[in-house]
């Protein structure tokens, strides 16, 4: 397999990891031991596969989970703080009326 060497040299001054790997005839493809051991992969760990045009990303469940709920921990701060001005009103006619009916 060709390589163009612009394409080697990009990746070799970058912050990437260049692995060329082969799919078997299933369609699997093996995460090389290194790159397990540099990400954390551990046997049984659940990856999502992230798929953007003709690329593909793996990414531990863990560190999506982790990170969507750092990226929405603002969001629930202000929603709260929100919401909490409707908690401490004094309740509005259609909430009285739906009270009185129950």
Do not use: C, R
Request: avoid cysteine.
């Amino acid at each position: 397999m060709l390589i163009s060497k612009k394409l080697l040299t990009y990746y070799m001054k970058s912050e990437y990891l260049l692995k060329i790997i082969k799919v078997s005839q299933k369609g699997q493809i093996a995460i090389p031991a290194e790159v397990q051991k540099m990400i954390g992969i551990k046997k049984g760990d659940n990856l999502i596969l992230f798929i953007k045009g003709k690329k593909i990303m793996l990414e531990k469940v863990d560190t999506v989970i982790a990170q969507l709920a750092d990226d929405f921990k603002d969001v629930e701060t202000i929603t709260e703080n929100s919401l909490k001005k409707f908690w401490e009103n004094e309740p509005d006619e259609i909430w009285e009326k739906y009270l009185k009916q129950s």
